[in-house]
């Protein structure tokens, strides 16, 4: 074999044993494993039925329901009324909860009214012959298991597993297993729950069954692609709530395994190939896992506003003979989900899916022999592209990974429309890979001249840093590299309204005023623009020229942002467009930089711990009604710039607490009266954080009548509220946990 094609047959071998031991298990690749995620959601968008399921219809808790009847949860009697409406007035077939009521209702008072008949008024038998007259009226918990009694209603509830907060607690009463330890013969390794909070016993025995409806196979990119179909509890399998609905929409047939060795292999988890319901199968992973199949957007199931049918105002189509859901759409009630057709998707709408692909058979599978098939699909790519990229001219070569990417995709999304998810980003990068590092050996010259450093470089960083690079430009690269820098968050607050209100051709003009403003702050203070992310700009200081003050040049970029939004307020009164308020979150520390992506895009970023926490407290400014906020590490940076804490924060994706703090101009040019408010709210801080409610709520008192306009006062007064009202734990120390991105 001629020397030129032995190099070429190791370049390859060095683009496909990477991808081989991604594919094997022996070398997890992230980066893969992202892109693999990304094609499926853009498989699911391509293939989706995108049509209308009127089977199944989701009685909604929505804004105008909490409008109407008050915030959530509502008393037992309401719900109550609600399911008899919905048997007795539209006649459904079906109803499933899609939340749990673990704890009892106590908006009547009658725990109260028994305290007091076997306290102070213990004697009285007035008092005790009306309390007993009216015990029926008042108990919500009896008046709502009656409404559930010899009804098809499927409860719902919570598992907890090792890790979670609170594994162990164990509150309510569980159903019976649809398969108990005794009759479990598997070895497979379903998720294995340590807790749970289920229903109110009184509440459970009305009703014939109930489905578990967390998810703990969410990707790590937060995003629900599958969910379990079974979870073990002591043994025991339990379904998920849209198991549970099936099986009950199907006459309640029994559940059993399909084995890809039969009843008599070795039944585990990589035998497992799906399970049986009554005349269906439900193709299934090794942890009893199905892919959600999506039908469309959200919408792809009618909805009915729960007060409509408190009302009886609600049409009976399509309520009437229908499978309905009962869940929350209201935005406080935090059941929003990321999926791969919506990032804010009603978490209620997944188990409509789950429900409607099972009864339609329309589910997906990925046996696991699919593993073997990619490997078999990954060596005979290396070898024909090998061929063909060594013999052939550039030309035809570059035509042949084009026809060979292209055919590819279209099979693999023919196949995943007819229910095989077969993989696919490992396929896609190898050919690609071949391509580029074949093509890189035949024509590659090394330049790192002035030009081509200012067009690598330029789109990114100020022209004068652009010019610093090039007197030295061998410093400098786009090679990722990890460095202690700072970071900044800056959005447009209430952008939605923003956008719904002006029209586009307005709209962009806006946007592209604010961004240019911004840019031009973060350009004169030696920040890099990292991306435009619609209505918000993501820069950075450190890199790629390395920045010794590159928090102090962050804050003053910060400081300038906000007066610059101010001056451009006067302009956007003349033009008639709404005035914009911008949060801005700052954070410092390692992180990794440099050009990162995929071989379809790439882009010169920055990552990790630090950078996400930048967001996260961009995120916070609304929460404390401030403009600027930063991290802890940058405040420690700048000791002389005055700060006002705000809390200390356990944000989403972190388990340690961190400091923010709002910056309020350098300590040695703060008023006295700026730095008595400090000192004061320092103290308040110190008082609720060891539990010294009446203090604390005082000196907030204080603090917010003399200044109404800073919210982070309110915010603590509603807080000593809630802890007033629902003490936290002995373990509780003082930290706030963010619920949301």
């Known amino acids: 074999m001629q020397p030129r094609l032995i190099i070429r047959a190791l370049i390859s071998l060095l683009v496909l044993l990477p991808l081989v031991m991604h594919v094997r298990g022996d070398l997890h690749q992230g980066w893969l494993e992202r892109l693999e995620l990304a094609s499926y959601d853009a498989r699911t968008w391509l293939t989706m039925p995108r049509t209308m399921d009127d089977r199944i219809v989701i009685v909604d808790v929505d804004e105008r329901s909490l409008l109407r009847r008050g915030q959530w949860p509502w008393s037992r009697d309401t719900l109550a009324e609600l399911v008899n409406r919905l ?90 297993p649809v398969i108990p330890a005794a009759e479990n013969d598997t070895t497979i390794p379903f998720y294995e729950a340590q807790g749970y909070t289920a229903n109110l016993p009184q509440i459970q025995r009305m009703a014939p069954a109930a489905g578990f409806f967390e998810n703990p196979t969410v990707d790590p990119d937060g995003v629900y692609r599958r969910v379990p179909m079974l979870q073990a509890h002591r043994g025991g399998l339990y379904p998920s709530l849209g198991l549970a609905v099936s099986q009950m929409a199907l006459a309640n047939p029994a559940i059993d ?243 719904e209100d002006l029209e586009p051709p307005e709209l962009s003009l806006l946007m592209n005023e604010f961004l240019t403003v911004m840019t031009r702050v973060i350009h004169r203070h030696r920040g890099t623009i990292d991306k435009y992310m619609g209505d918000a700009v993501m820069a950075f200081w450190g890199a790629p020229v390395p920045d010794p003050e590159h928090a102090r040049n962050a804050m003053r970029a910060a400081f300038e942002m906000h007066g610059a939004m101010q001056s451009l307020l006067p302009r956007f009164r003349k033009q008639g467009w709404p005035e914009l308020g911008v ?88 008023d006295n009266e700026t730095l008595a408010m400090c000192k004061r709210h320092e103290r308040a801080l110190q008082l609720y954080r060891t539990r010294e409610w009446d203090d604390a709520e005082r000196e907030f008192y204080l603090l917010h009548q003399s200044y109404p306009e800073r919210r982070i006062f309110r915010v603590y007064l509603d807080r000593i509220a809630l802890c007033r009202n629902e003490p936290p734990g002995a373990d509780w120390d003082g930290v706030f946990t963010q619920r949301v991105k």
């Open 257 to 499: 395994f399909d084995f890809f060795s039969g009843s008599e292999g070795p039944r585990d988890g990589l035998d497992l190939e799906g399970l049986r319901l009554g005349p269906l199968r439900i193709p299934l992973g090794a942890r009893a896992t199905m892919f959600v199949p999506y039908r469309g957007a959200q919408g792809s199931f009618p909805y009915v506003s729960a007060t409509d049918v408190l009302d009886g105002t609600a049409p009976n189509y399509p309520l009437q003979n229908a499978i309905v859901l009962l869940g929350t759409s209201a935005p406080g009630l935090n059941d929003l989900r990321s999926t791969p057709v919506g990032e804010r998707f009603n978490g209620v709408e997944i188990h409509a899916n789950v429900i409607s692909g099972i009864l339609d058979g329309r589910l997906k599978a990925q046996p696991h022999y699919f593993r073997g098939l990619e490997l078999i699909l990954l060596v005979a790519l290396a070898i024909g592209l090998t061929l063909l990229l060594s013999l052939a001219p550039v030309g035809l070569g570059m035509f042949g990974c084009l026809v060979a990417v292209v055919v590819i995709f279209v099979a693999n999304v023919w196949a995943f429309a007819r229910g095989w998810v077969v993989p696919l980003a490992a396929s896609e990068v190898l050919v690609a890979g071949l391509f580029v590092t074949h093509t890189a050996y035949g024509y590659f010259v090394e330049s790192r001249g002035r030009r081509a450093l200012s067009a690598l470089f330029g789109q990114y960083v100020p022209p004068e840093l652009v010019r610093e690079m090039a007197s030295n430009p061998r410093r400098f690269g786009m090679q990722a590299v990890s460095r202690d820098m700072t970071v900044l968050f800056a959005d447009v607050r209430g952008f939605t309204g923003i956008a």
């Open 87 to 176: 048997f007795e007035q539209y006649q459904i077939s079906l109803l499933g909860f899609d939340m749990v009521f673990a704890e009892p209702d106590a908006s009547t008072g009658l725990g109260t009214l028994r305290a007091w008949a076997k306290g102070p008024l213990a004697g009285n038998s007035q008092f005790l012959e009306i309390l007993e007259q009216s015990r029926p009226l008042l108990d919500h918990d009896g008046i709502f298991a009656g409404s559930l009694a010899e009804r098809p209603v499927v409860l719902g509830y919570i598992f907890r597993r090792e890790g979670d907060p609170g594994a162990q607690i164990k509150l309510g009463a569980l159903p019976p």
């Open 583 to 670: 949060g801005i979150g700052l954070n410092s520390g390692q992180m990794r930089v440099g050009n990162m992506g995929s071989e379809f895009r790439i882009a010169y970023t920055v990552l990790g711990d630090a950078v996400n926490l930048g967001a996260r407290i961009e995120s916070l400014t609304r929460e404390y009604g401030v403009t600027v906020a930063v991290g802890q590490q940058t405040r420690e940076a700048l000791p002389d710039i005055g700060c006002l804490e705000l809390d200390i924060v356990r944000v989403r994706g972190k388990e340690r607490p961190v400091a923010i703090y709002e910056p309020l101009g350098p300590q040695a040019e703060l």
